[in-house]
């Protein structure tokens, strides 16, 4: 057989495709984007966190140089633009007419000839404020007598969910000999990508063709969403998601600027551009987390786990906007039995609307999975710190064992593989977890403070099937669609949009490995609604397990044409011929065959009598259930007892995220995901206070980790396919910032404990962690 | 809301006779070197001066020079500059660790010793060295040349005793010679930031390790930064001990007077104090025992 | 007095060597030199990310040395010379730092890129054979959302490396 070429199919760890243009400074972030004519969009914001709006005067504004427009609340209102619904269900403000809900709002659209005079501009305009009571606190937000947040609603109540079996679990407790409970605050973050939000939008009145080229994650769902509401066609609408500076989750959400500056393209007939500065991004884009929780574990003196259940406030900001599935306003929080077989568990959540920006979107998540995790990670280490088990003893002692998948658990999910032991002693033994305890105790009698955590979660990805999840009614699907030229080269197109993670190699790989064809005759491309299957976009560690499997699926309908040509071409029955990467050939004589490449030729040159011409197939992929990927992660941590420092000495994680596409690149996702959880567990914070001014609005305030703290990460692996993904791969994205925070504080508090630690809310800043030390008496003053 | 600068009007200085000049004639001027503080303050709104004077051409204000009886640095010298430079490594340790951890290399690259001092942010690290190493100030102005202590510099946040037409030139460093020893430490919540709070501390020790001076600068511990004089002239004399650098750093503290916010409370920052000026005494102690040429 | 005083308003002429070639464009005085070069030049490989001078998404080497264009004025690099991303490459060869990052994936959503390659730029130039720390410290005022540095650390590595053993790259400059 001669050789075949190399195609870096699954598995290899092939450079990228896409770094060809970013290496050289050619990739097309929105900013890059400059079309004639082009205006630039402003915005005047609010200072203040709830105030009426009295009046407003924009006549200098218009009048001064370069204005071309000046666009407020009351010019959206008779297009009906003033609130659009969002991806919950719930609406939100475009521009104000009445009254501004949330420090650094939007409240006038400022359209000139450049930047620099739209923001000259925008300090003409003239606001007049009658500044409101503000809620701040959401438990105070629930409480009768509240200022209320939205003047369509009676309370500030979002909502009240509910999973598990409240009874079943109430009895556990009463009956368990061990009770443990906590309560904690994950803190509101921002995602920070590199890139803030914007778009160029254009209104083309004489082809009657609405063209946004916008930072979203999701462009067909944008597409069909603003079709609805601006009553535009949807065929003359498009979406183009370029490059991508970064997402996180963070541009989902569909926000006031994209609607402005479309409508001023159609007001004005020019080209609009509108891209956020980071201080009007940080703090009025959507943020993280921000819930309020109580969570309890209750076991048996032998450290079996039975029960746990959490009540919690989740604050939402003034708009209910997380890009949760319908079914889910809580997103995947039941997951929060997490990698033990529990025998019950209970969740209440209740939503409460505040004065800050829209809050809770999936931040690297996975749909509130990070919340969940921590949740149970946090109290199975304090249990197991109240029992005087070793945590990793008591949670060997509870996994679910390999042999129990698919396991159901008690909350419904249907776990497809998992191998949570083998994940856990494989970190232990690459961190030497036994000799680090004996180091510990060393220590401990020396008076020095070192701790040790671990986080063994289970996340839950690839939303979703059609029995249960669907965005607005849209089913949860992906799809990709694969052509193949007739010189044997391939064109193929995702409804996903990746924002770093990788999707024109890593698809490419997936169709190599299908077809075997080499990933440079392949080209992937995502983002554009004109030519893109219709996709529900990248979040939620979503593209592999949905969009990575239509592209197996829709390779393998194409091989099954391919290979009726290729018995065509070889004159044999198709029952004898055989696939192998790349070729066909004649069972029991492989010296004949035909190259894919052959195949692809004559399907346009020769194809079988009654054959349609062509090679090409698409697949919506809707996933039979989610992949389950997880991990263990290690960390070991030195407090300083004078500054109250954290210095991470190590951190081992080992990932399972079944079969891998490009190793190279679930590495980067890793690596990316610690760093993050990192920041969030000892750096980051977006507060408010009273009067709802907010602080963390700029990167010199908010902190995010350089390459000077952020520690040197050691990964590992375990490889536990899913059994239902066409690839055996499930999604990897947010294992690494849904599973860390744990870790972190855990190690913490493992070093503190001795002292009478039971919990520190993140993030763990060192004047909290001197705070504790000087109340028992541990603090150095040297 | 861009953050831009306002509109002003901009001129290049090439001599220091001509910036004064033009920071004399020109209404509401300020002086432009590295930009590194003056820029971000503009574009946040801050400042918003009439005028930018740009002194970077100016020649013959790079300089580090310990021929004489001090360490002579122009005020146009580089912070990048001062990390790279062997002779303040070696002799000058307090500089060298200081000028390390002000912000980021790039913006090192562009700041200068003068524009770090003449800021005079309480967040800005140069001035507690200063005020550490009894520094002089050296500055042409239009009624010419005058030096001025460091201790009487700093006069408030913002504010330094320079008039609004005077250019800082040169600072001076009184020479370190044997059994001197010093050390910057800085708690930041990350690299890159302001100082939550810092110390820079100066020892000079005899061959027994008994105290002959010292200098101890604060940053980010009042609204400008402190000269710890009560702790300073209690050291002189002493013997350096545990017990001894206990008293001093608590004396440090004392004369601190921080502020709460985004950075960290009050208490902790006064407490910090105390534990950072214990740290650094105790290094600049080991490296003025440790010997310098 | 013989100075020239740009009034706020006026458009100032401004000529400088960019990538190794001479450029002319117009620029007022409050004109952050990262959108000269973005908008007037019209090179887009260097990037805004913020506006409190703390990313280094804007990192350039203007006149031998690194600095953020977002904190420079376009004014001040008249008559100088400014090397960006878009100048690495020479003659369609990428440069061992474009090698590095491409080979070690040193990059993920590519935004923070550009600046992260012009300040290890500045570092090999200075240091040849840098030591992780040297590298971290050196990065520090750039920040990555994506890559959580492992892997840029790896690059800059391979590029150092690269550099050392071939001599062709110390030549020119900026």
């Not at chain 1, 067909?220 to 979406?239: C, D, M, Q």
């Not at chain 1, 980051?684 to 980790?705: L, R």
């Not at chain 2, 070696?90 to 000028?99: C, E, Q, S, W």
């Not at chain 3, 920040?143 to 020119?172: F, H, M, N």
Request: glycine residues 10%.
């Amino acid at each position: 057989m001669t050789e075949m070429p190399v195609i870096h199919g699954m598995g290899s760890a092939v450079k990228r495709k896409e770094d060809v243009r970013f290496i050289q400074g050619r990739g097309t972030y929105v900013d890059d984007i400059s079309l004639p004519g082009m205006v630039y969009l402003d915005f005047v914001r609010s200072p203040y966190a709830h105030a009426r709006i009295r009046s407003i005067n924009t006549e200098k504004a218009k009048g001064a140089p370069g204005v071309v427009a000046v666009i407020t609340g009351k010019d959206l209102q008779p297009l009906g633009l003033d609130w659009i619904p969002t991806l919950s269900g719930d609406k939100m403000m475009v521009l104000p007419t009445e009254k501004v809900v949330f420090q650094m709002q939007e409240v006038v659209g400022v359209v000139a000839e450049s930047r620099y005079a739209a923001a000259d501009a925008v300090k003409l305009v003239e606001v007049d404020y009658e500044p409101l009571p503000v809620v701040i606190d959401p438990k105070k937000a629930l409480e009768e007598g509240s200022p209320i947040v939205r003047e369509d609603k009676r309370t500030n109540h979002v909502f009240h969910w509910e999973a598990g079996d409240r009874e079943a679990t109430d009895r556990l407790f009463e009956q368990a000999d061990v009770v443990v409970g906590q309560d904690m605050y994950y803190q509101r973050i921002h995602v920070s990508y590199m890139e803030p939000c914007g778009c160029v939008a254009y209104y083309d009145s004489v082809k009657g063709t609405l063209t946004i080229w916008m930072t979203t994650q999701a462009p067909h769902v944008v597409r069909t969403v603003a079709s609805l509401i601006t009553k535009i066609p949807e065929n003359k609408i498009r979406i183009i998601s370029p490059d991508i500076g970064g997402g996180f989750g963070g541009k989902v959400y569909v926000y006031p600027g994209y609607i402005v500056a479309a409508v001023a393209s159609i007001a004005t007939g020019r080209p609009v551009k509108w891209v956020n500065d980071r201080s009007d991004d940080h703090p009025s884009t959507a943020f993280a987390r921000d819930f309020h929780m109580r969570a309890e574990l209750a076991a048996r003196k032998d450290g079996t786990l039975l029960a746990f259940r959490v009540k919690a406030v989740s604050d939402h900001g003034a708009f209910f906007g997380d890009a949760n599935p319908s079914k889910f306003p809580f997103g995947l929080f039941s997951i929060c039995t997490g990698s033990y077989d529990l025998k019950a568990a209970f969740v209440e959540v209740d939503g409460a609307y505040t004065n800050k920006p829209q809050g809770g979107i999936a931040y690297r998540c996975s749909f509130r999975v990070t919340e969940a995790v921590y949740a149970i990670e946090r109290l199975v280490d304090i249990m197991a710190h109240k029992l005087g088990v070793d945590p990793a003893e008591l949670r060997l002692k509870n996994f679910i064992p390999p042999e129990r998948f698919p396991y159901r658990s008690v909350m419904g999910w249907v776990y497809d593989s998992g191998n949570y032991a083998g994940a856990l002693k494989k970190a232990m033994e690459k961190i030497g977890y036994e000799e680090l305890r004996r180091e510990q105790e060393e220590k401990r009698k020396r008076g020095e403070l070192m701790g040790i955590g671990i986080s063994s979660f289970t996340e839950i990805v690839g939303a979703g099937p059609s029995h249960t999840f669907d965005i607005l009614g849209i089913k949860m699907f992906d799809s990709a669609e694969i052509r193949i030229h007739p010189t044997g080269k391939v064109i193929a197109r995702f409804g996903t949009r990746s924002q770093g993670q990788g999707h024109e190699t890593t698809y490419a790989q997936i169709i190599a490995e299908e077809l075997g064809i080499p990933i440079e005759d392949i080209t992937v491309e995502e983002g554009d609604t004109d030519t893109a299957p219709y996709g529900l976009g990248t979040y939620a560690s979503r593209s592999t397990p949905t969009a990575g499997a239509a592209a197996a699926v829709a390779s393998r309908k194409i091989r099954e044409k391919a290979k009726k040509i290729a018995a065509h071409l070889l004159e044999a029955r198709e029952e004898d011929v055989v696939w192998e990467r790349g070729r066909f050939y004649v069972k029991g004589a492989p010296a004949k065959y035909k190259t894919i490449q052959d195949v692809a030729f004559a399907a346009y040159t020769n194809p079988p009598p009654g054959m349609e011409a062509g090679l090409e197939a698409v697949h919506y992929y809707d996933p039979p259930n989610m992949t389950f990927p997880f991990g263990s992660y290690i960390c070991v941590v030195d407090v300083d007892r004078g500054t109250g420092e954290v210095k991470v000495r190590r951190f081992v994680a080992v990932d399972d995220c079944g079969n891998i596409i490009n190793p190279l690149i679930v590495d980067g996702q890793i690596h990316g995901g610690l760093t993050m959880g990192f920041g969030t567990a000892f750096m980051e914070e977006i507060s408010y206070d009273q009067d709802g001014n907010v602080y963390g609005a700029n990167f010199m305030d908010y902190t995010i980790p350089t390459a000077v703290e952020t520690p040197k990460w050691e990964t590992d692996k375990t490889v536990t396919p899913s059994p239902h993904h066409p690839l055996g791969a499930k999604g990897v994205g947010e294992s690494a910032t849904v599973g860390s925070p744990a870790a972190f504080v855990n190690a913490v508090v493992d070093a503190l404990w001795p002292l009478g630690v039971t919990h520190i809310d993140m993030p763990l800043y060192p004047w909290k962690i001197r705070r504790l030390l000087e109340e028992k008496g541990y603090a150095l003053d040297k | 809301m861009f953050v831009i600068p306002d509109r002003f009007s901009y001129t290049v200085a090439h001599s220091v006779e001509e910036a004064v000049e033009l920071l004399h004639t020109l209404e509401d001027s300020k002086v432009l070197a590295g930009g590194q503080s003056l820029i971000p303050f503009m574009k946040l709104g801050y400042a918003s001066p009439k005028s930018l004077v740009d002194i970077n051409p100016i020649p013959n204000l790079d300089y580090l020079d310990d021929s004489g009886e001090s360490l002579k640095i122009g005020a146009l010298t580089r912070i990048s500059r001062l990390c790279g430079s062997e002779l303040v490594a070696k002799d000058y340790p307090l500089i060298h660790d200081a000028a390390l951890q002000i912000a980021d290399p790039l913006v090192r690259n562009l700041g200068t010793f003068g524009g770090n001092v003449c800021h005079a942010d309480m967040g800005n690290d140069l001035p507690a060295v200063c005020l550490a190493m009894n520094a002089e100030m050296v500055a042409s102005g239009s009624s010419g040349q005058r030096v001025l202590a460091a201790e009487d510099f700093f006069v408030d946040r913002f504010t330094t005793l320079l008039a609004p037409d005077e250019l800082l030139t040169e600072v001076r460093i009184p020479k370190n010679r044997r059994g001197c020893g010093g050390a910057y430490l800085k708690l930041e919540r990350r690299v890159g930031d302001y100082a939550i709070v810092g110390v820079a501390a100066q020892l000079e020790v005899d061959d027994d390790g008994v105290c002959r001076s010292a200098g101890i600068g604060l940053t980010s511990a009042s609204t400008k930064p402190i000269k710890a004089s009560e702790a300073e002239s209690w050291l002189v004399g002493k013997s350096i001990s545990d017990e001894v650098l206990d008293k001093a750093s608590t004396l440090a503290m004392n004369a601190s007077n921080p502020l709460s916010d985004i950075r960290g409370p009050a208490e902790y920052k006064k407490a910090m104090v105390k534990v950072l000026t214990h740290r650094a005494l105790n290094l600049a102690y080991k490296r003025a025992r440790g010997g310098l040429s | 007095m013989t100075a020239l005083i740009y009034p706020a308003d006026a458009k100032v002429r401004l000529e400088l060597t960019v990538n190794g070639e001479r450029r002319v464009g117009e620029a007022e005085p409050r004109m952050l030199l990262v959108h000269f070069i973005r908008e007037v030049l019209g090179l887009t490989g260097t990037h805004v990310g913020c506006d409190t001078s703390n990313c280094g998404a804007c990192t350039v080497v203007l006149n031998g040395r690194a600095v953020k264009s977002c904190t420079v004025f376009a004014v001040q690099a008249n008559g100088g010379s400014l090397l960006t991303v878009e100048g690495l490459a020479r003659k369609g060869r990428l440069h061992p730092i474009q090698e590095g990052f491409w080979e070690k994936h040193g990059l993920q959503c590519g935004y923070c890129t550009p600046g992260m390659m012009m300040a290890a730029y500045d570092l090999l130039q200075k240091n040849p054979d840098p030591t992780e720390e040297e590298i971290r410290r050196a990065i520090s005022g750039n920040l990555c959302r994506c890559t959580g540095y492992v892997k840029i650390v790896e690059a800059i590595q391979y590029a150092a490396q690269k550099l050392r053993s071939d001599p062709s790259w110390r030549s020119g400059g900026d």
